[in-house]
């Protein structure tokens, strides 16, 4: 049903997205470090997995991502559900706090963060590293949870609940089993999407790492804002294939559960 | 459910790259040995080395020789050294910073004293080195290498004898291809000689008036049409790729660029230029100091300071070390410059808080250029708009909320 | 369930990793180093004026591009087939997951002189730096913040019946009559929604004018440097910035709910 002049204007943006990423790829097997073909090697993918730098930041970054997620994804849950309790005007307000890590631009959160954890640190003499970029990463994510959490609140029949306490479950069964059931979609998008904004984020980390506490997206940065180095056109490539694999095999089951669901 | 499918898929993959990645690291290693303790070494880039193209890898044998984990870490400018012991508690047990910066961290009493009985390696260092004005009696610092600024250009871009000094960077016939540093010292340093009448760089105390004057006239480089970029390490990218005419940079690594572009070339200046000298020392922050000693004496050993000086090469300032190096590293300009070159330099002297930040400050100005009134009057305009704007639908939506609740209320 | 207690774990949190951060960087902005009330600091974050406005008008060029490419490439998207628009959409993402700084580290490849761009434009007779430049910051912010634009306004998008286009067709509109009537109106939530996921990142962007850019620096590298002597004036600018962001968003928010309501 397209005509081909939409199709056209679909594969130039297409295009223009991945042409980068796919000279970034090209040029990772390129026995120099210019732009001027040497011959095909696999030497920087070999200095990559040798580094032991950059296994150590990957290393970091997993760890506080899937912490973070977590811990924002339990946070997040029971704030969602304790704010939409409260009324009208509060709730708001406390949206709209809850909110402003999200609207705010990052390095107005990273800078004030890292105001934060230097004034808190000579007070109560601590370094600035793992724990602060863990704090920091929570504390962007939790509103996220709460974003994808609410409109299930708001859509749950809240009489399920007493309905199952009438039948007999004590209070933290009922709670299991009837809230968290019915919340699940809204909590897995909201523990998925931290996950992700945690794995990426640069700028808050570049401000609340202190000197030493490496994570992927702080490596790549030393990396590449100096010399030209080919190991992070290999680390490019490696992301590459692992994203894309991902998002096709999501794809894949999702449409399976899609067709199975219109059977 | 495509979605726990999807979420577990995603958590399998992930823990395996987990599982994975210790093992290669290790593999690669083979044996490691297993460490008693660390140091912390903090140093400038490209400064150790590191054992690619055949040199020794100094981390490497270090660690291998005391079983002593170093965690190694760069900074870019001896300021963000200085920030970051000052401001973010990070502990290190050694540092490498340059001569006015030394005596700057000595005099705020940032410095630990060196206990040289656990250096003997200290009897190589020149005589020459010791003393210096920064830590007059050496008893916080071990030199570590030493040099000066010199130019470096691209012949096929610029011909030869055309560049005889840092004036030649003003030039507007070199369009957009002209480099200079990114940091407020070096590069104020510099503009202060070509100022009229010069400003000595290497006095202890500037007026707002010289800083202003200097700062004017790096905006002249920008203005003139020059300057192509605040370049520190990323210089090397610009030269070596020929993607840049013109840039003054340290002569170590000026050397380490010509070994990258056959057509590139140096020029001592004919103004005189910054004579430095970089050091190790022991931060108050240390909390490994006997490993810290132990990598300093490491470091003084001639045959690691050889391999050291041979890969920066940088002057060293260890004699026994001079002795193990080859003809050419001896006898380069770039190592060893005439002695009326070294006679018109200056050294960096500490400069006080105040007129270090006056410094800093004007130094953004520098790189963005100065504010004229017209965008500060537009910002503020702006600004006030916003402000009111906001103010009144934020008043708008407060109204039309009472109105609402007061309809539902009615029904 | 009615209760708002499992709130409080994450109301204290909001307290003191959102409330308080933002409280210091009011602090440190009027004040000075010594600790005493000033408003110095705002008379120095007039010397950055230009910069300001430098990044607005880079912002808004980014955005505009945005939109302009964005979204009739949406409109396509959202009259193919279901399964065509999650595949499509599974494509656009790729890149989005890749990590932030790789893909402008992609383009410093790309642009730099003497690299394939370059010396393929040469081949052409046109000789001209394509690096360090205005123009190259816009290009690497379009390129990162593209698909941020396509997403939400397909979304809405996919939403508008094509039974209304038709309806309209049918009753006698050409292609225009139905864009401005029909299409047009009912999408402006999703540009809302696309113009504030790219303006405000675009304007308070950190790194990509140090890649891309030559000698102008944006309001987000300008931030960080100045903090790095200077947290006071720093916290200043950032103040500011976040003024002129919030007033951005209200602005929108009003926009968006006249159009939507129908005023």
């Known amino acids: 049903m397209k005509k081909p002049g939409q199709k056209i204007y679909l594969i130039i943006i297409m295009a223009f997205l991945y042409a980068p990423i796919l000279y970034l790829i090209a040029y990772s097997f390129n026995n120099g470090k210019t732009s001027v073909w040497k011959g095909f090697t696999w030497k920087w993918y070999e200095a990559l997995f040798r580094d032991a730098q950059i296994m150590g930041s990957l290393k970091n970054t997993l760890t506080i991502a899937l912490l973070a997620a977590i811990i924002a994804t339990i946070l997040g849950t029971l704030a969602a559900i304790g704010i939409y309790n409260f009324k009208g005007g509060v709730r708001s307000a406390i949206q709209n706090i809850s909110n402003i890590p999200i609207i705010n631009p990052e390095i107005v959160t990273g800078v004030s963060l890292m105001l934060l954890f230097t004034f808190a640190g000579t007070m109560l003499g601590f370094e600035m590293g793992f724990w602060t970029v863990l704090l920091a990463h929570i504390g962007f994510c939790t509103p996220y949870v709460i974003l994808n959490v609410t409109p299930r609140i708001r859509q749950m029949d809240s009489s399920l609940y007493e309905a199952a306490l009438d039948l007999g479950c004590s209070p933290v069964k009922a709670f299991f089993k009837v809230v968290i059931h019915e919340l699940m979609p809204g909590i897995l998008s909201g523990f998925l999407i931290s996950f992700t904004y945690s794995l990426d984020d640069f700028v808050i980390t570049y401000f609340t790492r202190g000197a030493r506490f490496q994570t992927l997206p702080v490596q790549i940065y030393t990396m590449t804002h100096q010399r030209i180095n080919p190991k992070a056109n290999a680390l490019s490539a490696i992301m590459f294939v692992t994203i894309l694999t991902l998002l096709i095999i999501s794809n894949i089951v999702t449409s399976r559960k899609d067709k199975e669901a219109a059977r | ?411 | 369930m009615k209760s708002k207690r499992p709130s409080i774990p994450y109301l204290g949190w909001m307290l003191v990793f959102t409330i308080v951060p933002l409280l210091m960087v009011l602090y440190y902005a009027f004040t000075d180093k010594a600790g005493n009330f000033t408003l110095k600091n705002f008379v120095n974050v007039s010397d950055y004026s230009h910069i300001f406005l430098y990044s607005l008008y880079v912002a808004l060029i980014s955005t505009v591009i945005c939109l302009v490419l964005a979204y009739p490439l949406s409109f396509f998207i959202s009259r193919c087939t279901q399964r065509k628009q999650s595949v499509i959409i599974m494509f656009l993402m790729v890149p989005m997951w890749m990590n932030f700084l790789l893909r402008v580290y992609a383009w410093v490849l790309i642009l730099q002189t003497n690299g394939p761009l370059d010396t393929l434009l040469q081949i052409f007779g046109i000789h001209t730096t394509l690096i360090n430049n205005t123009g190259a910051v816009i290009v690497g912010m379009v390129y990162e913040f593209l698909p941020f634009m396509i997403l939400p306004i397909q979304s809405v998008m996919s939403k508008i019946d094509n039974s209304l286009i038709e309806a309209a067709q049918d009753l006698g509109c050409n292609g225009l009559y139905v864009f401005r009537k029909v299409v047009f109106p009912l999408s402006v939530p999703g540009i809302i929604s696309g113009v504030t996921m790219v303006f405000v990142p675009t304007a308070s962007t950190f790194l990509v004018a140090q890649y891309l850019g030559g000698d102008q620096l944006m309001i987000g590298d300008d931030i960080e440097r100045v903090f790095q002597f200077n947290h006071n004036t720093g916290s200043a600018i950032a103040l500011v910035l976040m003024v002129v962001i919030l007033g951005f968003l209200v602005f929108m928010n009003r926009f968006g709910d006249k159009e939507a309501v129908g005023r």
């Not at chain 2, 400003?199 to 202003?212: K, L, Q």
């Open chain 2, 1 to 411: 459910m495509k979605r726990i499918l999807s979420l577990l898929i995603t958590c399998v993959i992930l823990f395996a790259t987990m599982a994975i990645t210790p093992v290669s690291a290790e593999t690669a290693d083979e044996a490691e040995p297993k460490y008693s303790g660390e140091v912390n070494v903090y140093n400038w880039g490209e400064y150790i080395s590191p054992g690619d193209d055949g040199g020794l890898d100094v981390i490497a044998e270090f660690e291998s020789r005391y079983g002593i984990k170093v965690n190694y870490t760069n900074f870019e400018t001896n300021e963000e050294l200085y920030n970051v012991l000052v401001n973010s508690n990070s502990s290190y047990d050694v540092i490498i910073p340059s001569d006015y910066m030394v005596a700057r961290l000595r005099e705020e009493g940032m410095l630990l004293k060196l206990d040289f009985n656990n250096i003997p390696n200290y009897k190589n260092i020149d005589d020459r080195f010791r003393n210096q004005d920064f830590d007059p009696d050496s008893e916080y610092s071990v030199p570590y290498s030493w040099g000066f600024i010199a130019l470096v250009y691209n012949t096929k871009m610029i011909p030869e004898g055309e560049i005889t000094g840092f004036k030649d960077m003003w030039n507007p016939k070199y369009q957009n291809s002209v480099l200079m540093f990114n940091n407020s010292r070096d590069a104020l340093a510099i503009a202060m000689q070509l100022c009229d009448p010069p400003i000595d760089p290497g006095s202890a105390s500037f007026s707002e008036e010289d800083i202003d004057r200097a700062t004017d006239k790096l905006i002249e480089l920008k203005d003139g049409g020059s300057l192509k970029k605040y370049v520190m390490d990323q210089v090397f990218t610009e030269m070596e790729g020929s993607q840049a005419a013109l840039a003054p940079y340290y002569a170590g690594d000026i050397a380490t660029m010509m070994d990258n572009n056959e057509d590139l070339d140096f020029v001592i200046p004919e103004e005189g230029s910054n004579l430095f000298i970089d050091s190790m020392c022991i931060p108050s922050c240390c909390k490994n100091k006997e490993n810290a000693e132990l990598f300093i004496n490491f470091m003084c050993d001639p045959e690691i300071a050889a391999a050291n000086a041979e890969y920066i090469y940088y002057g060293t300032p260890n004699t026994a070390a001079l002795e193990l190096m080859d003809e050419d590293y001896r006898e380069s300009e770039l190592v060893n410059p005439p002695a009326e070159f070294v006679d018109k330099c200056y050294k960096f002297t500490n400069i006080d808080d105040q007129t270090y930040s006056l410094m800093q400050e004007n130094f953004i100005k520098a790189c963005t250029g100065r504010a004229d009134s017209g965008s500060k009057v537009l910002v503020m305009i702006l600004l006030g708009i916003m402000i009111i704007a906001s103010l009144i639908v934020v008043a708008l939506n407060i109204r039309r909320g009472i109105r609402n609740r007061g309809r539902i209320q009615k029904i």
